[in-house]
């Protein structure tokens, strides 16, 4: 039994002193992965900008006929737009 313990408990791993290289690569790695985050973040930000502030009213749900109720009051037709949209949209 003291046997079984004693492979199980040798180091097989080599030397972990020569080269070194775990701590310079995870820190890069970390630094990658940190710059990767800010860049998308930016780039969904500028997304976000180009949008407008409200989109038209495209219709009701499927099942429902629109042409029944007839245009009995203004909103039916096209959006009238009393404030200019803010922010850069595409063209």
Do not use: C, K, W, Y
């Not at 791993?13 to 710059?35: E, H, K, N, Q």
């Not at 998308?40 to 900008?49: A, C, D, E, P, T």
């Not at 009051?73 to 949209?89: F, K, L, V």
């Amino acid at each position: 039994m003291l046997n079984a313990v004693q492979v199980l408990a040798e180091n097989n791993f080599g030397d972990t002193r020569t080269g070194g290289l775990a701590g310079p690569m995870g820190l890069f790695l970390i630094v990658l992965l940190g710059t990767a985050t800010v860049l998308l973040i930016r780039n969904m930000n500028s997304r976000l900008r180009r949008l407008p502030d409200r989109f038209p009213h495209q219709g009701g749900p499927v099942g429902t006929d629109s042409s029944a109720t007839g245009p009995s009051d203004a909103t039916t037709g096209q959006e009238s737009r009393t404030n200019p949209p803010s922010g850069h949209q595409q063209p």
